[in-house]
């Protein structure tokens, strides 16, 4: 045995004896069957144990699947500067295994490549094998053809279900296993996941529901990979199997590990709210993610999961049911894979501050102390040693500030706050105080890509010639469709007399259809009508309009649309969609349901088939300008240039209705404009196209437009977080950076620790002007400051002599730097606000 294996091998050995009950994540769960030099995770109460080692374990989830290959380094560049130490992803089945038997792990499904580049930025891996995700992604993740198996009940003690579940799970383990990515291996991955939050659907299953997480905890552990297995949401997770929680305060609301001998793990901290077509905007702040993080730990917690922390794009046709393109553009690093500060940095400080309290954290012994009616202490020292101390200040009343006192000295919590002093001595961070940077997000229009000249296809309306009746009822559209495109047509005729019109002019028939969703255009003898939706929380729709029949026979066709499968709940293979009911009121003959009328069915459209979203497809069919009336059901074309700069790019949708995107062949997914919020504004408007989608010249720009709308307004914008701010108190701590733990031993890194602003351009860029500085009462948000009654004449000649030019800088917070002779309000608390810009 090597001198290193023999290394590895004691400080594991050591690990076990210091960690009383230790548990092994391995399917024999005996600590001799296991071999130990390649490192395997275990755990106890306290914490998972890696490499033999305690860790304290900061993670965040970004999907390989939602974002390009070509921007995984620098997203995963931007987790670890974020202070995170793990990524956490789902894997996807139904893009795994679109076709039962056909595997797809290419491109930006290449789940080894993306696994393996985490690992080269040193970063370990929690694997959420799944293989029902929800994550607001289709169909739960499940393949479509599973539902199709004879028999088969999805996510039950169910046979069928079971053994393609099964075939699933170990083919991903297989798959890691060959490439070595698992941490016994040498690889990243200390944690995977079966199942998802199971116990939201568990009592509808009754006994086959408890029967059901017994099999797939067994089913998983036997899997043999080393790591260990987590439940989230599941509250009688079998052992060895460590139930999690998700949620915003799991510090709060988790009731804890169900056996002593588990950590407490939080697979899922929400960062924002995942949008759905039809949303207002909805946002977290940081300052309660960071006292839910804060919170957490101090209770024993030692991973915490941002969900998101990259959300990025639902290319194609991948989002669930209503659900946006943009997928958690709020998170820490937004949709353009840009950090979205405050969010970002600020958890960035947390993470500094709550590694400065690992030692105490993960060896000493906790204890809690009432300071108030809604205050507290909650610490952790070493026995032997009482100078290795941590604590957490808390202030749990979220309008009243606090002033505490705890070990002799007084402390000042604003609400809802907690700070935390790695020696239990010294405030290095609050959660409430941000000393970090703030930004704003811009799109700017490009200067070379908005030279749009579009052309114009119109999607052949079908005839019941090209779509003969072949059912008495429509079909169910999920099982029509079978998830091969968003669109289906339902036609049948309608034969009228003279005598079967209104004869007056005042009365016209009405056309009503009960839809079971998602959304629908009508056509009568081959003109709109007119279009319904329903929406996230009502799928179901009724369309009403009047209608022009003629006498003779007259022709309707539906056209039904879904957008995404269901995502969630129970019995997800009972889920219904399309027209139900088809009734024509205000006829002389009285009302008539063509419910069973006969009805034809044809799947996709014609630019479906020929691909005409590519350059050889639009080949296929007849171009024209785009002089005129809109009409529905139009595909639209140009070409565009690569907009200037190395900025993401996105594409607003100004004036469209609904439909689809493609740049080069390639969908950047669904838009709705037309389908406004409560605020009178769609939920998204701009549309991310990466840049590695993009060429130099000529980019092939597609649209198919659903309603009646032209592209005349469409602009490609370039994105850029250049405008930087920051809003610092007198009272503000200085920042986490100003300390560190050596040798065990806590420390300032200066001579002087003093509160300051600091500012830094994004990607290598400079300060090129200061667009406000105010030290005084300011007040507003970043890109929105306002002066205040109180205002240092020299404050923005002060900021410009520190920053412009340099691609960072520090401003003290200094009265005297400001006020040199006399303090014009020497009674109210100072802040500095500053607002630069930033460009290369």
């Given at each position: ?15 076990m ?16 069957n ?40 620098d ?63 289709n ?43 698992f ?6 991955i ?9 116990n ?56 804890g ?66 659900t ?147 059912s ?21 005729t ?6 079967d ?61 879904t ?68 009409q ?66 000529q ?19 370039t ?122």
């Open positions: 045995m090597t001198i290193r294996s023999c290394r590895v091998l004691l400080i594991a050995l050591v690990s004896v210091i960690s009383a009950g230790a548990t092994i994540a391995h399917s024999k769960g005996h600590v001799g296991q071999t130990l030099q390649h490192g395997p995770v275990t755990y106890d109460g306290r914490s998972l144990i890696i490499n033999g080692k305690r860790e304290l374990l900061f993670s965040g989830s970004i999907h390989y699947t939602r974002s390009t290959p070509e921007m995984w380094p997203l995963l560049r931007k987790a670890k500067q974020g202070g995170l130490n793990v990524i956490q992803t789902y894997v996807f089945w139904n893009i795994h295994e679109p076709v039962q038997g056909q595997c797809n792990f290419k491109g930006n499904y290449d789940l080894v490549k993306f696994i393996k580049l985490v690992q080269k930025h040193g970063m370990y891996v929690t694997l959420r094998v799944g293989p029902f995700i929800q994550a607001e992604w169909h739960g993740g499940l393949p479509y053809w599973l539902r199709e198996v004879p028999n088969l009940l999805f996510r039950t003690d169910n046979a069928p279900y079971k053994y393609y579940m099964k075939k699933y799970v170990t083919m991903i383990v297989k798959r890691m296993r060959e490439a070595k990515l941490s016994p291996q040498g690889g990243p200390i944690l995977a996941q079966i199942e998802n939050e199971y939201h659907i568990q009592l509808a299953y009754k006994e086959m529901g408890y029967s059901y997480v017994r099999w797939a905890a067994n089913m998983a552990v036997k899997q043999d990979a080393g790591v260990p297995w987590i439940m989230c949401k599941q509250m009688d997770a079998p052992d060895p199997v460590i139930n999690t929680c998700n949620g915003r305060h799991c510090g709060d609301t988790f009731q590990p169900n056996k002593p001998n588990k950590p407490a793990l939080w697979t899922e901290n929400w960062t924002a709210q995942y949008r759905v077509f039809g949303d207002p905007p909805s946002q977290r702040p940081v300052e309660d993610i960071a006292f839910s993080v804060a919170r957490f730990v101090s209770k024993n917690g030692v991973l915490t999961n941002y969900y998101m922390y990259h959300g990025g794009t639902n290319f194609g046709r991948t989002s669930a049911i209503f946006t393109t943009r997928y958690y553009d709020e998170a820490p690093v937004d949709e353009y894979g840009l950090p979205r500060d405050p969010k970002w940095s600020h958890l960035r400080d947390l993470h500094k501050a709550l590694k400065l309290c690992k030692k105490p954290l993960l060896w000493g012994v906790s204890g809690v102390q009432k300071l108030g009616k809604d205050t507290e202490a909650r610490f952790y020292e070493l026995k032997d040693n009482s100078t290795i101390c941590a604590a957490f200040l808390a202030n749990n009343n979220s309008r009243t500030e606090a002033i505490v006192n705890w070990r002799g000295q007084e402390y000042y919590l604003p609400p809802h706050s907690i700070s935390i002093l790695p020696d239990c001595r010294t405030v290095v961070f609050n959660t409430q105080t941000i000393v970090s940077q703030h930004n704003a997000r811009n799109f700017v229009r490009s200067k070379v890509a908005n030279n749009l000249k579009w052309k114009k296809s119109q999607e052949p309306i079908p005839s019941i010639v090209q779509v003969p009746i072949n008495k009822t429509p079909l169910e559209l999920y099982n029509l469709l079978k998830d091969v495109s968003d669109y289906a047509w339902y036609t049948t309608l034969r009228l007399s003279r005598r019109l209104p004869m007056k002019a005042t009365i016209k028939p009405v056309l009503r259809i009960a839809n079971l969703g998602h959304a629908m255009l009508v056509f009568v003898n081959g003109k709109y009508v007119g279009s319904g939706h329903g929406s996230h929380d009502e799928k179901s729709f009724i369309f009403q309009k009047t209608v022009s029949f003629t006498e003779g026979v007259n022709e309707i066709g539906l056209f039904a649309m957008v995404g499968l269901p995502d969630s709940g129970a019995y997800m293979e009972h889920r219904y969609a399309g027209p139900r009911e088809i009734i024509v009121l205000g006829l002389n003959t009285g009302t008539l349901d063509l419910s069973q009328n006969g009805w034809g069915h044809h799947i996709g459209l014609n630019g479906e088939k020929v691909k005409l979203f590519t350059e050889e497809g639009s080949k296929q069919v007849q171009w024209s300008n785009t002089k005129g009336a809109a529905a059901l139009t595909w639209y074309k140009t070409y565009f240039d690569a907009p200037e700069g190395r900025d993401p790019v996105a594409i607003r949708m100004t004036g469209m209705g609904k439909g689809m995107i493609w740049v080069n062949g390639q969908s950047i997914g669904r838009h709705w404009m037309s389908f406004l919020s409560p605020l009178g504004q769609p939920t998204q408007s701009e549309y991310h196209i990466p840049r590695s989608f993009i060429k130099p010249k980019n092939f720009l597609v649209v198919l437009e659903e309603e009646p709308m032209k592209p005349d307004d469409i602009e490609i914008l994105v850029n977080r250049d405008t930087i701010c920051s809003f610092i108190t007198e009272y503000h701590p200085p920042n986490v950076k100003s300390w560190e733990r050596k040798n065990s031993h806590f420390r300032p890194v200066l001579d002087v620790v003093r509160t300051s602003t600091e500012l830094k351009c994004p990607n290598y860029k400079k300060i090129v002007a200061v667009e406000f500085a105010s030290f005084g009462d300011p007040t507003g948000v970043c890109g929105s400051y306002v002066l205040g009654n109180c205002n240092s004449p020299v404050s923005k000649e002060i900021v410009e002599q520190h920053c412009l030019g340099k691609s960072s800088c520090v401003v003290p917070i200094d009265d005297k730097l400001f006020f040199k002779k006399n303090d014009a309000c020497p009674d109210i608390k100072k802040t500095l606000a500053a607002q630069v810009k930033c460009a290369y």
